[in-house]
């Protein structure tokens, strides 16, 4: 593994947790290449890995990216193919934000070589421990359990109209869980006081897709959280009293994660 690049805690159920987004780490010689923009991190998954901190408590492993998606966004694929047709694609080692600002300064971008060897450096070692952990976890309870932690500011017009739901949860259309999971959770977050969507603007990206293998027990869901639920958009700043009931249904899903899943076992 290389060093620093993510934090793993290992717990006791069959259900592991990812936080890839929420990393704010940058290499000193690509945070000296770029603008003002970028270094500011805007499209961070902020707060992401403190709101899912009571998972360690219910026996969740979890894994938690270090480095900013600036370096590497662990959730696209190696091979930098799109994830969603017709739509604006933010790419391995994105080189403009959300919001369309040059992450680097002019001639200062990102190389094809440098693209291949920042995959080796941060986006392997986590992506090996993820299938580590997932083949560990189907030997010891038979099933194992992926949930993918996301959040994003609730308007970004290059890539969706309008405000977004707070929860937004994704199976990539039901192939990366079973229905009766699925149907589980839309439950819930159907139930909540928030609003919702499944498999909407976002039905799962490249992890989601790539370890979701129902049929051999390995069921993968991501939740993509509206930022105005739990922070204040514009400060970025944790909002402790604002995230209580969002925390609560989070607490909601994953026990009806595991609930649904130990059913079909």
Same mark, same amino acid.
């Given at each position: 593994?290389?060093?620093? %690049?993510?934090?793993?805690?290992?717990? &006791?159920?069959? @259900? @592991? %947790?990812?936080?890839?987004?929420?990393? !704010?780490?940058?290499?000193?010689?690509?945070?000296?290449?770029?603008?003002?923009?970028?270094?500011?991190?805007?499209?961070?998954?902020?707060?992401?890995?403190?709101?899912?901190?009571?998972?360690?408590?219910?026996?969740?492993?979890?894994?938690?990216?270090?480095?900013? !998606?600036? %370096?590497?966004?662990?959730?696209?694929?190696?091979?930098?193919?799109?994830?969603?047709?017709? !739509?604006?694609?933010?790419?391995?080692?994105?080189?403009?934000?959300?919001?369309?600002?040059?992450?680097?300064?002019?001639?200062?971008?990102?190389?094809?070589?440098?693209?291949? #060897?920042?995959?080796?450096?941060?986006?392997?070692?986590?992506? #090996?421990?993820?299938?580590?952990?997932?083949?560990? @976890?189907? &030997? &010891?309870?038979?099933?194992?359990?992926?949930?993918?932690?996301?959040?994003?500011?609730?308007?970004?017009?290059?890539?969706?109209?309008?405000?977004?739901?707070?929860?937004?949860?994704?199976?990539?259309?039901?192939?990366?869980?079973?229905?009766?999971?699925?149907?589980?959770?839309?439950?819930?977050?159907?139930?909540?006081?928030?609003?919702?969507?499944?498999?909407?603007?976002?039905?799962?990206?490249?992890?989601?897709?790539?370890?979701?293998?129902?049929?051999?027990? %390995?069921?993968?869901?991501?939740?993509?959280?509206?930022? !105005?639920?739990?922070?204040?958009?514009?400060?970025?700043?944790?909002?402790?009293? &604002?995230?209580?009931?969002?925390?609560?249904?989070?607490?909601?899903?994953?026990?009806?994660?595991?609930?649904?899943?130990?059913? @079909?076992?």
């Amino acid at each position: 593994m290389s060093a620093g %690049v993510f934090t793993f805690h290992e717990g &006791r159920t069959p @259900l @592991l %947790v990812s936080v890839p987004h929420d990393g !704010r780490l940058l290499p000193d010689d690509i945070a000296a290449r770029m603008t003002a923009a970028g270094r500011a991190l805007p499209d961070t998954d902020w707060h992401v890995a403190a709101l899912y901190a009571f998972a360690r408590e219910l026996g969740a492993s979890v894994i938690t990216a270090q480095y900013a !998606r600036y %370096v590497v966004d662990l959730n696209r694929p190696p091979e930098d193919t799109a994830l969603y047709a017709n !739509r604006a694609a933010t790419g391995i080692c994105p080189q403009r934000t959300f919001a369309g600002d040059a992450i680097y300064r002019d001639g200062e971008g990102v190389t094809e070589r440098e693209r291949n #060897a920042r995959i080796e450096h941060y986006w392997r070692p986590y992506h #090996a421990r993820i299938a580590d952990t997932l083949a560990a @976890l189907r &030997r &010891r309870h038979g099933h194992a359990l992926f949930w993918d932690a996301h959040s994003i500011v609730s308007h970004v017009p290059a890539l969706f109209e309008g405000e977004l739901p707070v929860l937004n949860l994704g199976t990539w259309e039901g192939r990366s869980c079973a229905p009766a999971i699925e149907q589980a959770l839309a439950g819930v977050v159907r139930d909540a006081p928030f609003s919702s969507v499944v498999n909407g603007r976002f039905t799962g990206g490249h992890i989601t897709r790539h370890y979701g293998a129902p049929a051999r027990g %390995v069921h993968a869901v991501q939740l993509e959280l509206a930022q !105005r639920s739990y922070m204040d958009e514009k400060t970025l700043r944790y909002d402790a009293r &604002r995230s209580a009931a969002l925390i609560a249904v989070l607490k909601t899903l994953l026990h009806t994660f595991l609930e649904a899943a130990g059913a @079909l076992a």
